[in-house]
C-alpha cells in the first residue's frame, strides 16, 4: 500500500472511555473530516519517551461523525508506550495525522459475509457491519473477548445488528470454534478478520482446512500481540560492524532506524513483507508477530518482520539479502543494499 505522505493537523475534540483499558479518540482534521473506505486507518505521530513514532490506528465507523474522525485506543501497560501517549492527551490537543488510507477494504458480490473480531480489532470491522447493514447484505459479526465487560461498543452493535451479533466471550463460551463457523459459511462466502495475531493464525488454519479459497479470507492486524512478553535484545550486524539494542519499548524497525540503519518498510503493522530481514543466528526464539510469512516459514525463522516480530532471548544476528563488493567500507557496503542501509 502506498502512503500519502501528506502529514495535516488535528485536534483532539473529546475522550470517552468504552472499557477500563480501551478509550475512544474524537479527532477534528483542520482540512475537515472527509469520508473514506471501510477498513481504513489513520497514522498518528507521537513523541514516546522523546522519540517520535508513528503508530496506525483504524477508523470507527463507516462515515465520520459530527464532522470528526473516531479511533480507540487499547492501553497496554507493556507495550512500546504508543496507546500510553495517546492515552495522556487531553481534549484541546494539536496532532499531526495523515489522511485516512484503507487496505482492508470490504469487497462487493460475495454471497455471505463473515466478520470477525477479536478485541481492538472490533474497530476497523464495525464500520463493515454498518456498511453491509446498509447494504442489507447477508453477514454476521462474530466478536471474541476475554469478557463482555472488556469489549468496546457492545452495547451499539447489538442495537444495530440484533441476531446478526453473535458474542463469544471467553469467560462464558471458551474460544470460538472457528471449523464450525466457517463450515456454515455459503460456498462463495468471504471472511474479514481483525484481531491478535494468534486469531489471524487460528482462522488461516481453519480457513484452509475447510478448503476455501484464500483470496476470500481478507484480515488485518495491528501488529503488536505476540507470544512472550517484550523484553531488550541486542540486532548484530556483522557485514555493517553494528550492534543495536532494541528497547522493550522499541520495534526492532524503530531501533535501527534511530541508529541511523534504513529498512525499508510500508504498513509497519507486520502485513506488507517489505522490512523482513535475513536471520543468521537467534540467541534465543524469534517471537513471530507478522501475517506476511505461512506458520512453516515461521517456524524456519529465515527471516523476520522487523517492524512487529522480536526476540525472546539475548539477541539476532541478520544479514540484509546482498552480496557485493568485499572492498567496500562497512558503511558504503550498507548504502547499496535493498532492504538496508546505513
Ligand atoms: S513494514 Fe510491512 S511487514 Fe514490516
Not at 471501510?38 to 503508530?55: E, F, K, W, Y
Amino acid at each position: 500500500m502506498q502512503h500519502d505522505d501528506s502529514w495535516i493537523g488535528a485536534t483532539l475534540r473529546a475522550t470517552r472511555d468504552l472499557t477500563p483499558g480501551i478509550r475512544e479518540f474524537t479527532l477534528v482534521p483542520d482540512e475537515g473530516a472527509l469520508a473514506y473506505p471501510t477498513g481504513a486507518h489513520l497514522r498518528i505521530r507521537l513523541d514516546v519517551a522523546g522519540r517520535m513514532t508513528v503508530r496506525h490506528y483504524s477508523l470507527v465507523g463507516a462515515a465520520p461523525r459530527d464532522g470528526a474522525w473516531r479511533i480507540a485506543v487499547q492501553r497496554e501497560d507493556a507495550g512500546r508506550g504508543g496507546s500510553r501517549a495517546m492515552w495522556a492527551l487531553q481534549p484541546g490537543a494539536r496532532l499531526t495525522i495523515s489522511r485516512p488510507a484503507s487496505h482492508f477494504e470490504l469487497a462487493a458480490g460475495a454471497t455471505e459475509v463473515l466478520l470477525l473480531a477479536g478485541g481492538i480489532g472490533i474497530t476497523p470491522i464495525l464500520g463493515m457491519a454498518e456498511a453491509l447493514s446498509r447494504r442489507a447484505a447477508r453477514f454476521r459479526l462474530l466478536y471474541a473477548g476475554r469478557t463482555r465487560a472488556a469489549m468496546a461498543y457492545l452495547p451499539e452493535l447489538a442495537a444495530m445488528l440484533g441476531d446478526a451479533l453473535v458474542v463469544c466471550a471467553e469467560d462464558e463460551a471458551g474460544r470460538p470454534d472457528l471449523d464450525a463457523i466457517f463450515a456454515a459459511l455459503t460456498p462463495g462466502g468471504e471472511a474479514y478478520v481483525c484481531g491478535p495475531i494468534g486469531l489471524l493464525g487460528a482462522a488461516r488454519r481453519a480457513w484452509t482446512a475447510a478448503g476455501r479459497p484464500p483470496a476470500s479470507l481478507v484480515f488485518e492486524t495491528f501488529g503488536s500481540s505476540g507470544n512472550a512478553t517484550p523484553r531488550d535484545f541486542t540486532v548484530r550486524i556483522p557485514r555493517l560492524g553494528r550492534e543495536v539494542l532494541v528497547p522493550a519499548d522499541s520495534s526492532m524497525l524503530d531501533a535501527l532506524e534511530a541508529a541511523g540503519i534504513g529498512v525499508l518498510s510500508d504498513c509497519r503493522r507486520g502485513e506488507c513483507g517489505l522490512c523482513a530481514l535475513e536471520v543468521l543466528a537467534v540467541e534465543g526464539s524469534i517471537d513471530h508477530r507478522d501475517v506476511f510469512f505461512s506458520d512453516r516459514q515461521h517456524a524456519e525463522g529465515r527471516r523476520i518482520c522487523a517492524c512487529v516480530s522480536r526476540v525472546a532471548g539475548a539477541g539476532i544476528t541478520i544479514d540484509p539479502p546482498w552480496r557485493g563488493d568485499a572492498s567496500l567500507t562497512p558503511g558504503q557496503e550498507g548504502q547499496r543494499q535493498p532492504g538496508l542501509t546505513g
